[in-house]
């Protein structure tokens, strides 16, 4: 079924709604979306798609137009509270300019010589190629890059993990760094708690429930959907969870997951327990809530908010409180690495940015540096 909602006289960017779009059609349930202004070449464009009804013929051209396919009509909320979220950031720089631009790398670092992230929004080959350069320069990587292969995934981030680097991705949209949103994650209450997921949607609605819950979170990691395939084992994962617990701002960490990766979350088992902070995982496949040593385990966001939550306001008996079953068994430790990526989470970001030339712009509304890559 077609669903749609206009928001009226809310002019935006096209490029912004393109990017916003891409976001949109991750949501569970879409099986297709478009948001776009209303204008008359727009309108041709949904009527392609099959997503035009009356609603969308009465839109003026400085209209959002936001047009999804679904099964159940429940969906389009989630949709629209992505889209309020995202139209309700901070405006990114109209003047494209006034981003300053630089045409190589070497002309990169010297503009910003403390540069310690890429942020990457080309296609697949171009964007294998600014990955991998931005590994040589030693900068970690946000990756919002798609068309690139599960092999080359693998490849990348083992290269990112030898240099002691994360790369964050593909396919991420939405992200938190020492309290800089980086794509379409909206701002977030500063807090104790750090997060790292498999999925965008996952992370927005997990840092949603927590800031409604007036708790707050310093980092959001995203990993890409693939992370916790056989193929890439976790790489990303394993390093961002090792990283946020030797953190010092950080005091309870979450991790988002959605089938069907959970069996190789069920295979980190060791390396959760090993962390010497409390972790909390969600999980749609869990069947109930449980408590293993300092690993709390949730079938809903919502409930894995709460707990997180809690421990992040010093509930020590979160346990009981919650109805957790305590884990009897030995709990087995693995050596613990340090200083991973230090220099990314103890200070705003500095970025570079490749691709489109205004996404990250709304960096500095939030303490960040950039500068433009356009070679």
Do not use: C
């Not at 935006?12 to 776009?36: F, P, Y």
């Not at 379409?184 to 609605?205: H, K, L």
């Not at 999980?283 to 707990?307: L, P």
């Amino acid at each position: 079924m077609i669903f749609t909602h206009i928001r009226k006289n809310r002019y935006h960017d096209s490029i912004n709604l393109t990017i916003l779009t891409k976001a949109v059609n991750t949501t569970e349930g879409v099986d297709q979306a478009q948001v776009m202004l209303g204008t008359e070449a727009n309108k041709e464009v949904l009527k392609e798609a099959g997503l035009y009804n009356e609603d969308v013929e009465k839109a003026g051209p400085n209209d959002i137009v936001v047009a999804i396919e679904a099964e159940d009509e429940s969906v389009m909320n989630q949709v629209m509270k992505r889209v309020e979220d995202y139209i309700q950031l901070p405006a990114i720089a109209e003047d494209a300019d006034a981003l300053k631009t630089v045409t190589s790398w070497e002309q990169a670092k010297e503009a910003l010589p403390e540069a310690n992230l890429a942020l990457i929004s080309t296609v697949g080959e171009e964007a294998i190629t600014a990955i991998e350069e931005a590994l040589e320069q030693h900068l970690h990587v946000f990756a919002m890059s798609e068309e690139i292969s599960i092999e080359e995934e693998e490849r990348l981030k083992n290269k990112a993990h030898q240099k002691g680097l994360l790369l964050m991705g593909p396919k991420s949209s939405s992200g938190l760094i020492s309290g800089v949103p980086l794509g379409f994650m909206p701002e977030m209450r500063p807090g104790n708690i750090g997060v790292v997921g498999t999925s965008d949607a996952g992370i927005q609605e997990v840092v949603s429930n927590i800031d409604h819950l007036e708790g707050g979170v310093m980092h959001a990691i995203p990993t890409g959907e693939r992370d916790l395939t056989e193929k890439v084992k976790g790489t990303t994962m394993r390093d961002a969870l090792v990283a946020l617990d030797h953190h010092s701002a950080i005091d309870v960490l979450v991790i988002i997951s959605q089938s069907p990766t959970s069996k190789r979350l069920e295979k980190m088992t060791r390396l959760l327990q090993s962390l010497s902070k409390p972790v909390v995982v969600i999980d749609s496949e869990e069947k109930s809530t449980a408590r293993e040593g300092n690993v709390y385990r949730a079938d809903t966001v919502e409930v894995g908010a709460q707990i997180a939550v809690a421990l992040a306001f010093g509930d020590e008996g979160v346990e009981t409180t919650k109805g957790f079953k305590e884990y009897t068994g030995k709990i087995q430790e693995i050596p613990s690495e340090s200083g991973l990526l230090h220099d990314l989470l103890a200070s705003k970001p500095q970025i570079i940015n490749v691709g489109l030339k205004n996404i990250g712009e709304r960096v500095q509304a939030f303490g960040g540096e950039i500068v433009h890559l356009e070679e």
